[in-house]
């Protein structure tokens, strides 16, 4: 399995944006479909945005779409999401995930078998 881990979480005021990483090791990084999700305390992990392994399919969720841009660097096993006008709502725990098909894009927790340990998005009003 390849192994997964996030960076670049932190506390910004509503209009900021972010970038996270996620570094992937192990096994080739470029034959995973890849998504972000993100938690809040009491909830199930939501999908945010998927790529598939050539970078040429993504989805985003409703609630990001136009604000958030999910991209892959696959010479450098990197993956990306860049987070731009934040608001407090976007406040969560983002996990980075690595698909269990390649022939699959799924949008659900189920579809991905690797996730990373998370990295804290905090956005104040």
């Known amino acids: 399995q390849v192994q997964l881990v996030e960076s670049g979480g932190a506390e910004v005021q509503t209009g900021g944006s972010l970038r996270l990483s996620c570094a992937a090791s192990?096994?080739?990084?470029?034959?995973?479909?890849m998504a972000w999700f993100r938690q809040t305390p009491g909830k199930g992990r939501d999908v945010v945005a998927t790529?598939?392994?050539?970078?040429?399919?993504?989805y985003y969720a409703d609630s990001v779409k136009g604000r958030f841009t999910i991209s892959r660097d696959n010479a450098k096993n990197i993956l990306y999401l860049q987070m731009n006008n934040l608001k407090p709502e976007d406040t969560a725990l983002y996990y980075c995930?690595?698909?269990?098909?390649?022939?699959?894009?799924?949008?659900?927790?189920?579809?991905?078998?690797?996730w990373g340990q998370g990295t804290q998005v905090t956005v104040s009003s």
């Open positions: 790529i598939n392994w050539t970078g040429e399919n993504t």
């Open positions: 192990g096994r080739a990084f470029t034959f995973y479909n």
């Open positions: 995930a690595a698909g269990n098909s390649i022939l699959r894009l799924g949008t659900g927790p189920h579809d991905f078998a690797s």
